[in-house]
């Protein structure tokens, strides 16, 4: 059978595209099917991105339903995806034991800094704030800590002459739009070795 991603998100998801645009026509083809987009806040622009390549969204909102609530429906929609692996991007909520436990050794997650020098949130504006020359966006896998699972691919990012934050973003995004699926790949290809070699997954 060939793997079944979840993918999690809370904001604008660009990753997320890229991952889609991969299995559709890129290195993710033939590789693994998108079982669902699933956000943890309604209404962001990743959920409507999802929706018009035609993949299957799940819209939560953690913030309504409280943290017991929201880790019974995350299991729920994964279990109902039929996911065998979560695939974070983008996703703004630590990963609770509960769900780590189910899925260990199967959530990935993408960071953009070197997960040993920064962890948690604003990567881009950490590496500017420390006018970096360069920066490494982190593919790792996810266990209960902050940012502290398994390397599972790194890739740097020069960052010389950028200037302001949005160029250091815009650099850095683009080294993660194409670092994610190709880690993506290997990870799934080393992991599910008999993974049928279907078709790509895509609308049109
Ligand atoms: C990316 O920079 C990713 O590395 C980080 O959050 C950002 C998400 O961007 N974890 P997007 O939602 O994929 O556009």
Excluded at 22 to 29: D, E, F, K, M, R
Aim: aromatic fraction near 4%.
């Amino acid at each position: 059978m060939i793997p079944r991603i979840a993918i999690l998100i809370s904001g604008r998801g660009s990753n997320m595209v890229a991952l889609a645009e991969s299995v559709c026509s890129g290195v993710l083809a033939g590789c693994c099917e998108i079982a669902a987009v699933i956000s943890s806040r309604p209404g962001v622009p990743g959920l409507a991105k999802a929706q018009e390549l035609g993949l299957p969204i799940v819209a939560l909102d953690a913030r309504a339903l409280g943290k017991e609530a929201y880790d019974a429906a995350l299991l729920l929609a994964l279990e109902q995806a039929r996911a065998d692996v979560v695939v974070l991007a983008g996703y703004l909520r630590i990963v609770s034991p509960r769900v780590v436990a189910k899925y260990r050794g199967r959530i990935l997650n993408i960071h953009p800094a070197d997960t040993k020098l920064h962890q948690g949130l604003h990567g881009y504006e950490w590496a500017f704030a420390n006018e970096l020359a360069a920066t490494k966006i982190t593919v790792h896998l996810v266990d209960e800590g902050l940012d502290t699972g398994p390397v599972l691919a790194q890739r740097e990012v020069d960052l010389r002459g950028t200037g302001i934050l949005e160029e250091v973003e815009r650099r850095g995004l683009a080294v993660e739009h194409r670092l994610y699926p190709e880690a993506l790949k290997t990870f799934l290809t080393t992991n599910y070795p008999n993974f049928a070699n279907g078709t790509p997954s895509c609308e049109s």
